[in-house]
């Protein structure tokens, strides 16, 4: 399941989810708007997981709860708790990080 999160409540989500999958864009952000159609394919793919993509400039709360300092990143939690990071613009790349937590 695909969402784009229109709140800074990514904490509420992590915490009432087994497993939830981030990616942390701008708008300005080009290898985000690559990324996005990939990211949204992996959601098609696994439509019990919700995979939120978030503005990581609009929800700087949301974005403390990884370790975002560059973009896209790319976050895995499970039973509300950081599994996994990354940044990246490589499908290949994201498709592990989601691969650990399933």
Do not use: H
């Not at 709140?7 to 989500?13: A, G, H, T, Y």
């Not at 915490?15 to 952000?29: E, G, H, L, M, R």
């Not at 159609?37 to 939120?52: G, R, T, V, W, Y």
């Not at 973009?71 to 990071?85: E, R, Y």
């Amino acid at each position: 399941m695909f969402t784009e999160i229109e709140q800074d409540n990514l904490s509420d989500i992590v915490n009432s989810n087994d497993i939830v999958i981030v990616q942390y864009s701008a708008s300005w952000c080009g290898n985000c708007r690559i990324m996005k159609p990939k990211f949204k394919k992996l959601a098609s793919e696994n439509e019990n997981i919700p995979f939120l993509m978030i503005d990581a400039e609009k929800f700087p709360e949301s974005r403390k709860l990884a370790k975002v300092d560059n973009l896209p990143t790319f976050a895995t939690f499970k039973n509300g708790i950081l599994v996994n990071q990354t940044q990246t613009n490589k499908v290949e790349v994201l498709v592990e990080l989601v691969n650990e937590v399933l």
